[in-house]
T-cell receptor
Framework: DQQVKQNSPSLSVQEGRISILNCDYT??????FLWYKKYPAEGPTFLIS?????DKNEDGRFTVFLNKSAKHLSLHIVPSQPGDSAVYFC?????FGAGTRLTVKP | DTGVSQDPRHKITKRGQNVTFRCDPI?????LYWYRQTLGQGPEFLTY????????KSRLLSDRFSAERPKGSFSTLEIQRTEQGDSAMYLC?????????????FGPGTRLTVL
């Protein structure tokens, strides 16, 4: 069964530092992984994706790394800003992780 | 483009009652998805449509749940004989339907409380 797991429910970092959010998966059935960000009282919004043929995708302050052998991906945010405080979900097609709540302190 | 809209935003009902939620996707988006989210969890897939065809349903989806997308535009999700365990946020999303890597655009959700 396809699963996406985010084992860290929360992360707190200082403004300007790097935030690293992790995601593990089993039995990937689809070739794309996506990260979504969710603010309170809103639906998730797309942030960045990566194809399984790549090991890195960068978009401004956001970079996603994919390690297929370890079935692991991570989202790096550098530098972190207070406005990045949100819940981040990793997804593979229609399967989502439980999310990691990021808090960026000023 | 006004994005994905959902109605109502909040619904409180008594156990055993039926409820129906509506989702209006982004126009011309071929795919429409329904998810359920509970506290501390990510969106849990329920079902999705390609135009008017319901292509996949989660095996976790009770037969009390039914979804329709009659003209390939808006969709409804009905829950019959609601139970307290149905209390959750119900999210709708749509996507262009371009294949893998398709970005989903989510609505704000309908929060259901079953008393």
């Amino acid at each position: 069964d396809q699963q996406v797991k985010q084992n860290s429910p929360s992360l707190s970092v200082q403004e300007g530092r790097i935030s690293i959010l992790n995601c593990d998966y089993t039995n990937s059935m689809f070739d794309y992984f996506l990260w979504y960000k969710k603010y309170p009282a809103e639906g998730p919004t797309f942030l960045i994706s990566i194809s399984s043929i790549k090991d890195k995708n960068e978009d401004g302050r956001f970079t996603v790394f994919l390690n297929k052998s370890a079935k692991h991906l991570s989202l790096h945010i550098v530098p972190s800003q207070p406005g990045d405080s949100a819940v981040y979900f990793c997804a593979n097609d229609m399967r989502f992780g439980a999310g990691t709540r990021l808090t960026v302190k000023p | 483009d006004t994005g994905v809209s959902q109605d109502p935003r909040h619904k409180i009902t008594k156990r055993g009652q039926n409820v129906t939620f509506r989702c209006d996707p982004i126009s011309e988006h071929n795919r429409l998805y329904w998810y359920r989210q509970t506290l501390g969890q990510g969106p849990e897939f329920l079902t999705y449509f390609q135009n008017e065809a319901q292509l996949e349903k989660s095996r976790l989806l009770s037969d009390r749940f039914s979804a329709e997308r009659p003209k390939g535009s808006f969709s409804t999700l009905e829950i019959q004989r609601t139970e307290q365990g149905d209390s959750a946020m119900y999210l709708c999303a749509s996507s262009p339907g371009q294949g893998e890597g398709d970005t989903q655009y989510f609505g704000p959700g309908t929060r259901l409380t079953v008393l």
